[in-house]
């Protein structure tokens, strides 16, 4: 299954090596391609609605958000997660 996800504080290569990085590690998650530019995430994975929940959750953990459903918090989470993307990059 495929699914483009729009998130709020993508914001550079940093948040998308984070994201990637992270989703690759959740079982069943195929692929992980990130546009800062658009804001998405495109994640392909296998398995049920667990999954997509688990794939949700753990962007949500690292202050990627739905649009709309930000706060000071998931922008410092955000910010955090960029940075260790860089780190990786």
Known sequence: MKR????ENIKCDGCST?????????????????SS???TV?????????????????????????PGEGSILSSAKSYVSCAIGKLKS
């Open 4 to 7: 483009i996800l729009a998130l």
């Open 18 to 34: 984070s994201i990637k990085v992270s989703l690759l590690k959740i079982p069943d998650v195929k692929s992980a391609e990130v």
């Open 37 to 39: 530019e658009d804001g």
């Open 42 to 66: 495109t994640i392909e994975y296998s398995g049920g609605e667990n999954i997509w929940s688990r794939i949700v959750d753990e962007l949500h953990s690292m202050g990627y958000v739905k």
